[in-house]
């Protein structure tokens, strides 16, 4: 089977890893300048660095379908930039994953293909999507929702060391963002760990730096650049998190049960 994933940001990248070790053909669509602060352990990165490989599994930069077959071949995932998804109406895939995470539909229909996952808030599951995979941390994250939508966005960061705002490194005032740490960097609350055009911006916590915003990337006052993780494990800045692997998990899940259904009807007479 073909899965089509819209997006290749940090929880894109957790399902898109779990699809590929599953044994799934897996093709990932990304925006030219990507805004993943989670970005080492993102295949999105591989729009600007040409390849992104995380935990085992590498991921390609791919200009055409020609240039995706190809990667596909080599055992690999390719990602086009294809902000629309374009790529779709060449490739036909068995399954389309919408998980750009916006919160909203941008245009993702049931009749993308057989199977239609939107992943997130903004879906409603028998009207824009087939099945909604929970994002919203607790109980609930990775659930497979056949009937209605996911908890609504509460704007609220889920809470990580006992920290939900304040870890949440924002953007200081309009400009191009420079960093002045390292994913992987041990910060110090108050400390001056990146720079919006000429304004700085500080820790609101100690820990370590679990995402940042790649340099140059033009940002706006108060958008989402970065984030501090207070536990302190360097590793979790360098593997899919839980919560990735949650969502992944269910949207293997989706797939696997809609592909057992479609050999279910075949083997019953092509029905």
């Not at 509460?154 to 490194?169: A, H, L, Y």
């Not at 979790?236 to 797939?255: Q, Y």
Request: hydrophobic share 40%.
């Amino acid at each position: 089977m073909k899965v089509l994933i819209k997006g290749a940001g940090d929880l894109a990248t957790g399902i898109g890893w779990r699809l590929y070790r599953a044994g799934y053909q897996v093709l990932m669509t990304e925006i030219q300048v990507p805004t993943t602060v989670r970005r080492t352990v993102a295949f999105s990165r591989a729009v600007y660095e040409g390849e992104a490989t995380v935990e085992g599994v590498t991921a390609r930069r791919a200009s055409d379908l020609s240039e995706a077959e190809a990667i596909l071949e080599k055992g690999e995932i390719p990602v086009l930039v294809d902000e629309k998804a374009l790529i779709r109406s060449q490739w036909e895939p068995d399954v389309v994953v919408d998980a750009i995470i916006a919160k909203r539909n941008l245009g993702t229909s049931m009749k993308d293909a057989g199977l239609v996952i939107g992943v997130g808030p903004g879906f409603t599951a028998g009207t824009d999507c087939h099945l909604v995979v929970e994002t919203k941390r607790g109980h609930y994250l990775g659930r497979v929702i056949e009937e209605g939508g996911a908890i609504p966005n509460t704007g609220i960061p889920g809470n990580i060391g006992g920290f939900t705002v304040e870890r949440i490194i924002r953007a200081s005032a309009d400009g191009r963002f420079v960093p002045l740490a390292a994913i992987g960097d041990h910060v110090e609350k108050g400390q001056i760990i990146a720079r919006c055009g000429d304004v700085p911006v500080k820790a609101l916590i100690s820990g370590i730096v679990r995402g940042m915003l790649q340099e140059g990337v033009f940002v706006t006052e108060g958008m989402k650049a970065g984030d501090i993780d207070a536990r302190c494990e360097k590793d979790h800045c360098f593997t899919i998190s839980d919560k990735a692997r949650s969502i992944g998990g269910g949207v293997l899940e989706a797939v696997c049960g809609y592909e057992h259904r479609c050999l279910c009807v075949d083997k019953g007479g092509r029905a």
